[in-house]
């Protein structure tokens, strides 16, 4: 676990090797986790997401640029759950990021698909922890935001901002209710567009509508032209804003525990596959399964059989 | 279990309340599937997905129709794991779709999200389980196709059918090697449009270059116009030919033990999840949680110590 220490003392080279070990879930996962946890807890993570085409990595770019201004170093990680009809926005956007590349305060790294359901999620969540431990004092994730995946992924963040674009109005009321649950910040994008008052507006009435009591968090809804970098250290103050609430109110607290509930959750269920892949060969599996495609016994009774949890 | 009992005599209701049941994960589902299970394996089940509107649901129509004229019953299952960014287009074809509804030979039932991530794709088997157990002939799932939830569903199919559009050509370069793997049918509709017959091409070289052996099976390339009805009675005889591979081949009885793996796989997981929700509430555990938060134990150790595999 040289490798570790290495990448805790700071080395890059380590970092990106110790990356692709937790992405690849290898044997000695509990061993480099064991390592890197007790390191955690000083960056700021947060999480960036929205619709193809909202302007997800021009904002993404324009924060980074702004954290380099105060001196904090900045780590990246765009999650790319790569459904085989969402082509490869990310990839090309990364191309455009390398703007950072001689920047040894920016390290920019994408996930993608690694097999199995549910372990893109997890692991991200170890890749941030790695990047937390390696001292970065923020980390971004942005994710494509199509899917269950991505929305998971996005309970590891401390605080979500959720870019919208002025497009169709009326979207925005079928979107509500799971956007309320995701977002602590909202952001309108492209607001030279005609349409962007109308949409922030929208967006403030219904943050409103939802938010029972004043010691919620309001959500704010902050208007952008990352293009031309208009709007970004206001959306600044209000992440901030949103970082001094989690503290004072408690809510960082509570985010944390069910952000370790998930993550033992998730180790567990990873445990679970790996035992099963191996009982599942046993002679005696196999004739459990035998009889089930012959439908002597059901399913329910066979996983009992197989694995008695 | 009489609502069982009715659902397999065909009375409609029982049938919409079991699936109900089954959607809604509760205690008597091990019984349900006990009931459900024997009755099995006589459907032919189909999946059908492709990007946002490449006409999934104008196929589905046409191919229910064709169904239909032979005489066959056909259940319809619609999954959309609504991401709050994907809206309601699911919910806009069904209401299209009323024109089977006096129709006593096709059921039609959308599926949405039910919270836990990874149970969509459970439930959504179940239900396809309890459609065919109820006696249809044919059972089609319509997913609208976007993230890896959408994938592992489509895994219950016998046949899953791929609908692409001709838009972009060089995305199909990106889509690639994700299509090549879900795919037993390919379908280009809209084929009036003047890029089809290239789109067409580049799927056949695609195919020709993938598949390795001529006993392997060479997913067929069909032309489609859906809204005219052009090609579908040649898309049915793909699909045919299809299933009768799976047979001579002995590739469907592997279909059926890898979908039977799996199934049980996720039994086990929905049990560990119970299971550990109940054990995080006890006051070791609660505890160990603590350890964790002042990160004196790591997520892994935590986990051992709080449910042991």
Redesign the interface.
């Known amino acids: 676990m040289q490798l570790v220490e290495q990448m805790l003392a700071g080395q890059r080279f380590a970092l990106a090797r110790v990356i692709s070990k937790v992405e690849s879930r290898g044997k000695d ?2 061993r480099i ?2 390592l ?3 390191r ?2 000083k960056a700021q993570i947060l999480g960036i997401t ?2 193809p085409g909202a302007g997800k990595s021009t904002l993404v770019d324009r924060l980074t640029a702004f954290y380099r201004t105060q001196g904090k170093s900045v780590a990246i990680v765009a999650v790319d ?8 926005a990310i990839l090309g956007d990364r191309i455009r990021m390398q703007q950072h590349s001689s920047d040894e305060g920016v390290y920019i790294r994408s996930l993608g ?1 690694r097999g199995k ?2 372990g ?2 997890h692991a991200t969540k170890e890749v941030v922890m790695v990047l937390d431990a390696a001292g970065f004092d923020v980390v971004l994730v942005e994710t494509a ?8 992924i996005l309970q590891l963040a401390q605080t979500v901002i959720v870019i919208l674009v002025p497009e169709s109005g009326d ?1 925005i009321q ?2 509500k ?3 309320l ?2 977002a602590d910040v909202f952001v309108v994008n492209k607001c030279d567009r005609p349409e962007a008052d109308q949409m922030a507006r929208e967006l403030v009435n219904m943050v409103a509508l939802a938010t029972p009591t004043p010691e919620d968090w309001t959500i704010p809804v902050q208007k952008t032209e990352a293009n031309r970098n208009h709007g970004v250290s206001e959306l600044m103050s209000a992440i901030q804003s949103h970082q001094a609430y989690l503290q004072f109110s408690g809510e960082g ?1 509570k985010k ?2 069910i952000s ?2 998930k ?3 998730e ?3 990873e ?3 790996e ?2 892949q191996a009982s ?1 060969k046993t002679t005696e599996s196999q004739q459990i ?1 035998s009889q ?2 012959e ?1 002597k016994i ?6 009992n059989l ?2 008695p ?1």
């Open positions: 996962l509990p986790m064991e890197v946890f007790p955690t807890g929205g619709p759950p790569s459904s085989p009809f969402s082509g490869g698909t359901q549910g893109l999620s935001g199509v899917g269950q995946t991505e929305l998971d979207s079928i979107m209710a799971g956007l649950e995701i607290k944390t525990l370790l509930e993550e033992i959750t180790i567990l269920i445990k679970l596959h035992k099963l599942l399964l089930a495609l439908k059901d399913p329910y009774k066979a996983a197989i694995y949890l």
